[in-house]
């Protein structure tokens, strides 16, 4: 991948660190460079339920012993185009039963399944390839938000916790693919 994207990278990430749903934020972002077509949809991997909820996660959501975490794993895409890779934890007594449904027999996301409640995330990290950090000089946080570098990450990885009234639903990592950041590179925008 080139540093012809870098402008990008830096854009993504300011846009994703300032919604409270990064599927609502990327439906906007790929409308308004003309990617892909209709409306985001999570194309649910294989290997959903295979990974356990990370220290972090843990940490963050605090499931009670009688609460079921269930793990989702997504490519999340809009047409042909795929815009993230993302592994969601997520305890399904804690959603809307509109929202328990659609995740159980629907290909939809996580933030649109959650639409019509009082839904918030908040990003607690962010990895950027290194030279993207430079960037961000010595800053190490956007708000409450911990920067990092890490070479295996190509564009773009957030987690983050998902709240429904407050109260904590979801533990989300959220990968973005090189294919958005070059096709957002390469749009007429």
């Known amino acids: 991948m080139t540093r012809d994207i870098d402008p990008i990278i830096l854009h993504l990430c300011e846009t994703l660190l300032t919604t409270f749903s990064v599927t609502a934020a990327l439906q906007v972002w ?3 460079r003309g990617l ?3 409306n985001l949809y999570s194309d649910v991997k294989p290997e959903s339920g295979a990974l356990a909820l990370p220290p972090l996660g843990v940490d963050l959501l605090k499931p009670k012993g009688d609460e079921t975490v269930r793990h989702r794993a997504i490519t999340l895409k809009r047409g042909d ?3 993230l890779d993302a592994d969601n934890w997520y ?3 804690r959603l809307p039963l509109r929202a328990r449904v659609l995740l159980d027999t629907t290909d939809t996301p996580f933030g649109k399944a959650l639409e019509g409640t009082l839904q918030n995330r908040e ?3 962010t990895l950027l390839p290194p030279h993207v950090m430079d ?6 946080r956007i708000r409450q938000t ?9 564009v773009l990885t957030i987690r983050g916790i998902v709240t429904v009234d407050t109260i904590p639903v979801s533990f989300v ?3 973005i693919r090189p294919e958005l950041a070059e096709a957002s590179a390469a749009a007429d925008y």
């Not at 960037?135 to 190490?140: A, E, I, P, Q």
């Not at 911990?146 to 190509?154: K, M, Q, Y």
Request: aromatic share 6%.
């Open 36 to 38: 892909g077509s209709g």
């Open 91 to 93: 305890i399904p007594d």
């Open 123 to 125: 990003t607690f990290s």
């Open 135 to 140: 960037r961000f000089g010595d800053r190490t």
């Open 173 to 175: 990592e959220e990968r």
């Open 30 to 32: 790929c409308e308004l």
């Open 146 to 154: 911990i920067l990092g570098a890490d070479p295996a990450v190509p």
């Open 81 to 83: 185009v795929p815009l």
